[in-house]
Every structure is written in structure tokens, then in C-alpha cells.
């Protein structure tokens, strides 16, 4: 089964699907995608601005499988062309290999060996937050009860991950020299510095809260930009940041806490740009619940379980629209975006064949 792996995962590297500028349309891999599905009932659905889904159906199943073809761009620092699959030393390497055209490559495989209820998602989304094709699948009349979501998992089932969410914060101040009495508390930057003080004592508090082998509440200032020069009180100030949280914090609760940790004369704005709920969604009782739901579709499939990571899926909208949901897939996320990213061979050949058994 391997070499009919790698002679899809072949084809689907050398489709240019990066995001950004997420440049794909209905055709190329897509077309790709049909002609390897026959038996399959097609659907492809244009979400805009590059956003893609095809829903291939065989039978009347009610799991369904999702994969993204998207992936990140490339980067100097490959040392060859990163839409051309290399094959050496027991990997596969190539831009989206791991991250994570490797699993919809064992799809194929697996559904050309079997005849079987089967349905697959693939979608074009992930890579930019930018969830069109899930929420869009979802909101529809589907029809499944359970789900496994492809990404770098080593084979191993997640039944759990942090969510994530970002935020834009603007702070205000009044514009002066810098000589005046006041400058300490009216520059917005100064603001701003003192918000990120208080806000990572805040973080700093959460480290012993646990849910499902994770700890603690991840948070990170990426961009702090404001003022004009060193000797003017600065007049605004813009952060960007993101926090993911456990799947028994309260993302509201903490959005109250952090916006609160300035005075509100000093915020001018404070919105959140995205987010993403974690796996199980629901509160502290209703996610455990779902995280038992989700192992035991892991043991009735006999998918190995492995532990709960720190980054998000979309599993977790599967999660949050009643969907029993895992993550499963081949790779190690230690490669995901990286240059020169590559998937073990026998992580493709596993995946593929225990795909291959599920569908049988």
C-alpha cells in the first residue's frame, strides 16, 4: 500500500495549494481528488478568496473523515524545490508532506482497497484560521455523528487540545513632550506595558490548572507597535495577542479578566480577530464527557491513544457542533512548517492501513 501512498502524496505535493495567498480553485487538485474517488458521490463547494471543500461520499457512512489540502509557504530555507516529493532515508519530504497532504494521500489509498461506507472532507482553510469550509459543512445537514480530523498525531488518536484565540487591543493616551509631569501616565505605551505586566502575572496564576495531561493557560504578546519618537508622550498604541486555553477555562471569563487589567480610559478598542474552541468543546462536565466519548470510538477503531497537545484544530468545531470528534493522523507536528518537512514512511503506510481497516 505504501507505493500507491507515495504515488498520490507525489501528486498532491506538486500542487502549488499555500496559504497564503491560498490561490486554489475548483480544479487542479481538485480534479486530482475526483479521479481518484470513482464510486464516490462528488461535491464541491467555492467558500471565496481560495476557500475550497469537497465532500466525497461511498454508501451511507456516519463518520466522516477531514483532511486540509492547504499549507504554509515555503521558505528559503528549503534546500529544494518544496513542490517536488523526495523519497530517502525512510521519509517523504515536501511542502505539506507532514502538515498534511501525507493523510489525504493515505485516503486515497485506503478507499481505492476497500468498497465500504466511506466519506471524506478535504478543504482548503486551515492554515490561514480561517474556518469557512468546516463551519460551512457544519451548519449544513451532514449527517454524521462522529469525526477524525487529519494532522500530525505520529498515529497516535488526540482525544484533546487547547483552544486559541486572538486578540487586537488599542490603547489611547494624550499626545506631548516628553519632559511633562504627566508623561508617565498619559502615553498609551506606557499603558500598554503596563497592561502586558499585569497581564502575564495574570498567566502566571493559571499555571496550575489541568485538564486531560495539559497544565497551565499558554499566552503570547506577538506585537506591540505605537508612539513617534522617544521624546513625545505617545498617542496610541496597538497589541496583538493570544492566549490558549485548557478546555475547562471559560475563553469569556478570560477575555473579561485580561480587558480588565487596564483602566477603561486607557483602552480605545479591544476586539477578538479569532477563535477557536478546544478539543472537547463544552463546559468542565460536558467536556470530559466527550473526551470519554472520543476514547471510546478510539478503542472501537483501535487507534492507539496519545496524549493532549498544545495546538489547535479543527477537530474542535466538529466538537462544538455535537460530532464525537479526534485528531489522527501520520507525522510528528515537530516538522509541520517547517523547512524541508518530511513524514516517516511507515507513519503513511500505518495511517493508510488502519484507515483501510476502519473502512472495511
Known sequence: MLEDVLGHLEALVGFDTRNPPRLIGTGGIFDYLRAQLPGFRIEVTDHGDGAVSLLAVRGNP????????????????????????????????????CDIKGAAAGLLAAAARTTGDAAFLFSTDE????????????AGDHGFDEAIIAEPTACEAVLAHRGISSVLMRFTGNAGHASGADAMRASALHQAMRWGSRALDL??????????GLAGLRFNIGRVEGGIKANMI?????????????????????????????????????????????????????AEARRLQARDLADELGLPVGNAVDFWTEASLFSAAGLTALVYGPGDIAQAHAADEWVELDQLQRYAESVAGILS
Do not use: K
Open 62 to 97: 456516519r463518520r466522516v473523515f477531514n483532511v486540509h489540502l492547504d499549507t504554509v509557504p515555503d521558505s528559503p530555507a528549503w534546500t529544494a524545490d518544496p513542490h517536488r516529493l523526495r523519497v530517502a532515508g525512510g521519509r517523504a519530504t515536501g511542502l505539506g508532506a
Open 127 to 138: 492554515e490561514a484560521n480561517d474556518a469557512r469550509c468546516i463551519r460551512a459543512f457544519l
Open 203 to 212: 498567566v502566571e496564576g493559571e499555571a496550575q490548572q489541568r485538564f486531560g
Open 234 to 286: 505617545a498617542p496610541d498604541a496597538e497589541v496583538r495577542f493570544g492566549f490558549r486555553p485548557l478546555p475547562s477555562m471559560s475563553v469569556d471569563g478570560l477575555h473579561g479578566r485580561l480587558r480588565g487589567l487596564a483602566p477603561d480610559a486607557a483602552v480605545g478598542h479591544y476586539e477578538e480577530t479569532f477563535r477557536g474552541p478546544p478539543l472537547p468543546a463544552g463546559d468542565v462536565a460536558d
